[in-house]
């Protein structure tokens, strides 16, 4: 079951005409029962969301000003998810053509 909501996460970059562009993560709104933080690592960097909310059914995470996407070559994105019941860490390759990043593992720690 969760290797299922785990296929449904999408990490998207917003663009943004000034500085770094943000990102959007969209997950299943039944992650939500294992009471999760999250954090986007990127490169050697944590950061956490500027908002973190559950939206139709959805849950929606903005992480501001984290790269330049256009400019920058990243090696992937990932999204470290801690909760009392797991601790996981999902690992994305690099963008395809959309703009959205593909989820390439899934990590317990």
């Known amino acids: 079951m969760l290797s299922g909501l785990?296929?449904?996460i999408e990490i998207k970059p917003v663009?943004?005409?000034w500085g770094k562009d943000n990102v959007e993560v969209t997950l299943p709104k039944e992650l939500?029962?294992?009471?999760?933080?999250f954090w986007l690592l990127v490169?050697?960097?944590?950061l956490a969301p500027e908002d973190n909310r559950i939206a139709e059914d959805v849950i929606r995470l903005t992480f501001e000003k984290v790269a330049e996407f256009a400019k920058e070559d990243l090696e992937g994105l990932g999204l470290a998810v801690n909760s009392p019941?797991?601790?996981l860490a999902l690992k994305w390759l690099a963008k395809q053509r959309n703009g959205s990043f593909e989820l390439d593992n899934v990590e317990k720690k």
Do not use: T, Y
Not at 32 to 37: E, G, S, W
Not at 43 to 46: A, F, I, L, M, V
């Open 6 to 8: 785990l296929k449904e």
């Open 43 to 46: 490169d050697s960097n944590e």
């Open 85 to 87: 019941f797991a601790d």
């Open 32 to 37: 939500a029962i294992l009471q999760p933080a």
């Open 15 to 17: 663009e943004s005409r």
